[in-house]
């Protein structure tokens, strides 16, 4: 843990609040999804693993009822000032409406919360990159709360009520990954998690003499949203095709076989598409775990990249500037596996890179990046690491 960035946050929330009471330090990290995109709410596996980075908070109980919030990201936006007999959704609020959500959903589970508190945040996790800067942000608080109030839950319960705060709060209808991921990350592995029962099992990253590289195309999404929503309906459409046949409750149910046999229910050749993404996706997800199993690192690798071809062909969510960067990556001889990660339509890769080799693969996939684009990508070292926790202060 950085002793410079923690002591730097104590002078900054001592600056900031007259607070008399010991402050308590959380972190909540950023995740990346490795493989399994666009398959969880197909009732399908995804593959996360918990990162280095994330939201780090510094709070202190008060004995009124008032919460005072600070980011040091969003300095020009000042302390803002809320009291917690109002927890109403409030635009004014910005970025503080996202603790704001994890604090009603606590008490709607009738945890009695008796007093405010002062807190300043801290993320450093790159804005708008799809690493969940937003999870990040729902669960530090709710492991914060969980702590101050002793609620005494679980990280997964955790998880659902920053799900919950997401999806009835803020308005985004996310799935369970992202919370999930932040909430329950080991260090040094990766989860497999059955979007369908939450039943999830752990599998190590053994991914020494290589190093997991992010890449952002700082390309914002602009499209993803309306996207997603027509890939959940066109998904939707397929099912409902395939269950005038077959008894099953999602795509992820199916394998490739069983979608080619009953090909013909689908006549639309984009819907079937679609649904081709969904199934395959899931099928690579289990062989990539696998894959790791065997530490056949080069057959994760080609999976990784096999993931990205049908993002791009079947599914359509990739885009120029995903396209350039995972292209750019697949050319380097030190990567052996690239993918688009996340949403799409912008946003980030994640690569597979020999070690010795990072240096040059970051510089020729950036020259060639903004070659393609006219856009200079940044690039991000990270490393499997633990879910949300406290950390002591001495």
């Not at 780090?56 to 936006?77: G, H, M, Q, T």
């Not at 603790?99 to 606590?106: A, D, E, N, S, W």
């Not at 799900?163 to 260090?187: L, R, T, W």
Request: with cysteine; proline share 3%; charged share 20%.
């Amino acid at each position: 843990m950085n002793h410079n960035l923690i002591t730097s946050l104590i002078i900054k929330f001592s600056s900031l609040y007259d607070n008399q009471h010991k402050p308590q330090l959380f972190f909540a990290p950023g995740r990346v999804n490795l493989i399994g995109e666009h398959t969880d709410y197909n009732g399908g596996y995804v593959f996360p693993c918990a990162l280095d980075i994330g939201t780090y908070a510094i709070v202190a109980p008060r004995s009124d009822k008032i919460c005072r919030f600070y980011s040091d990201n969003f300095p020009d936006l000042g302390i803002i000032k809320i009291n917690l007999a109002n927890l109403a959704f409030n635009k004014e609020h910005d970025w503080v409406n996202y603790p704001k959500g994890v604090i009603r959903q606590f008490k709607a589970e009738k945890i009695k919360l008796e007093h405010g508190f002062d807190i300043l945040y801290f993320g450093n996790i790159p804005n708008g990159a799809g690493l969940s800067s937003s999870a990040s942000i729902e669960i530090v608080t709710g492991t914060m709360l969980n702590q101050l109030y002793t609620a005494n839950f679980d990280p997964i319960k955790i998880a659902k009520l920053g799900q919950k705060a997401e999806n009835k709060y803020i308005g985004v209808s996310c799935g369970i990954m992202d919370q999930f991921a932040s909430a329950m990350g080991k260090k040094n592995q990766a989860i497999l998690l059955d979007c369908n029962t939450l039943n999830y099992q752990y599998a190590p990253l053994n991914i020494d003499g290589y190093r997991l590289i992010i890449a952002n195309t700082n390309k914002r999404r602009g499209l993803a949203d309306s996207k997603y929503n027509e890939r959940l309906q066109e998904c939707q459409t397929a099912l409902k095709l395939l269950q005038t046949k077959l008894k099953i409750k999602s795509l992820g149910e199916i394998d490739l076989a069983i979608l080619e046999a009953n090909k013909q229910l689908i006549k639309n050749k984009t819907i079937y598409k679609r649904a081709r993404h969904a199934v395959s996706e899931n099928e690579r997800t289990l062989n990539a775990v696998a894959a790791l199993g065997k530490n056949t690192l080069i057959d994760f690798g080609r999976l990784m990249c096999e993931s990205h071809m049908s993002l791009r062909d079947d599914y359509e969510v990739t885009g120029k500037e995903l396209d350039s960067l995972v292209i750019a990556a697949w050319q380097h001889p030190g990567c052996i596996g690239a993918r688009m990660t996340g949403a799409g339509f912008g946003g980030c890769t994640v690569n597979l890179v020999i070690e010795n080799q990072v240096d040059s693969f970051i510089k020729e996939v950036s020259t060639k990046y903004q070659a393609a684009t006219g856009i200079t990508p940044d690039f991000y070292l990270v490393n499997p690491d633990a879910g949300a926790r406290e950390i002591a202060l001495e």
